[in-house]
C-alpha cells in the first residue's frame, strides 16, 4: 500500500508529491510513476505539462529537504529545527535549478518540508578547492559506512570534515570512534595531496 502524504502546488507550472510504501518491496516513487512514466503521464498532460516531481517521503529532515529540491543536487546543508530553517549550499550550476522558475521550486519545497529554506552558491574558494568523492575510499572505509554518510548529504571528503564529529554523530547512527577514525582517514588524504 501506497500513502500520498503531502501535496503542494503551482497550478499549471509545478507539483511536488511525497508518498512513503508501507511495503518494503514496493518502490513509492516508482509505482507512482509507473513503466518509463506511463501513469504519471496521463496526468501530466492533462494538467497541461505541469511539472510533478514525486519524491520518497522520509522523516529525516535532510533528506527530505534534499529531495524536495530536485532536481538540484545539494552539496551541504545547515539546519536549525528549532526556528525550522535550512541553509542549503550548491554549486553554482545548480542554484536557479533549486530555485526554479519564477521561484516556484524553492517555494514548494518549503510548503512540502515545513522549513523556510535559504539556498546559498557555495563559496568560489571552497569550490575550487580540490575534493574527493567518498567512493573513492571504499577500500579503506567500510561501503555501509560511506552510505550513511551519504545519507545526510554527505557524499564528499571535504563535506564530512566541515562538520564536527558531534555534528556527524548527532546526524548519523555512527559511533564516535567510527566518526572521528573516518574524519582521520580523510585528512590524511588531503595532507598528503598539499
Avoid at 66 to 90: G, W
Avoid at 151 to 164: F, P, W
Wanted: charged fraction near 40%; include cysteine; glycine fraction near 4%.
Amino acid at each position: 500500500m501506497i500513502a500520498i502524504k503531502k501535496i503542494v502546488r503551482d497550478p499549471g507550472e509545478r507539483a511536488k508529491v511525497a508518498v512513503e510504501s508501507y511495503d518494503d518491496r514496493i518502490d513509492p516513487v516508482g509505482a507512482c510513476v509507473g513503466m518509463k512514466g506511463s501513469r504519471i503521464h496521463g496526468i501530466v498532460r492533462e494538467l497541461k505539462n505541469e511539472n510533478i516531481d514525486v519524491i520518497n517521503f522520509t522523516t529525516n529532515i535532510q533528506l527530505l529537504i534534499q529531495r524536495s529540491l530536485t532536481p538540484a543536487k545539494i552539496s551541504y546543508m545547515e539546519l536549525d529545527n528549532e526556528k525550522k530553517h535550512a541553509e542549503v549550499y550548491l554549486k553554482a550550476d545548480q542554484v536557479s535549478l533549486a530555485i526554479g522558475r519564477r521561484g516556484v521550486n524553492i517555494k514548494l519545497a518549503c510548503e512540502l518540508t515545513g522549513y523556510e529554506i535559504d539556498v546559498y552558491r557555495e563559496d568560489e574558494e571552497v569550490a575550487d578547492e580540490f575534493d574527493i568523492d567518498m567512493d573513492e575510499f571504499a577500500d579503506e572505509i567500510e561501503p555501509w559506512i560511506i552510505e550513511e554518510f551519504k545519507r545526510i548529504g554527505c557524499d564528499t571528503a571535504r563535506s564530512i570534515l566541515k562538520l564536527s564529529a558531534e555534528e556527524l554523530e548527532r546526524r548519523t547512527d555512527l559511533e564516535k570512534e567510527t566518526i572521528e577514525e573516518v574524519r582521520r582517514i580523510l585528512q590524511e588524504e588531503f595532507d598528503r595531496e598539499e
